[in-house]
């Protein structure tokens, strides 16, 4: 996880989580304890890896201080002809 402090009351946060679901999982509950500590606004990006879905993100949306802004009927990876909602 990558911090930047875009201002004194915004932190931006880049992650890479795993692919592996059990790590995955840990990371996000991880994330999710970050930016609850962290003061001011938080933005996250990166690459999630959801491979189940955007179930996988309800620690981190839960609290409901985080807002996903995907739309959950936009796919945001594409190989070849497989396109899927990833990141």
Avoid: C
């Avoid at 304890?33 to 189940?52: K, M, Q, R, S």
């Avoid at 802004?69 to 497989?82: A, C, G």
């Amino acid at each position: 996880v990558y911090s930047v402090r875009l201002s004194p009351d915004v932190t931006l946060y880049f992650t890479h989580f795993s692919l592996a679901k059990e790590v995955r999982a840990r990371q996000i509950h991880e994330m999710a304890e970050l930016a609850a500590n962290t003061e001011g606004e938080v933005i996250i990006l990166g690459d999630f890896n959801i491979l189940t879905g955007l179930s996988e993100l309800t620690p981190m949306l839960a609290a409901g201080t985080l807002v996903l802004m995907n739309d959950p009927l936009t796919h945001t990876f594409t190989f070849h002809r497989r396109t899927s909602l990833l990141d």
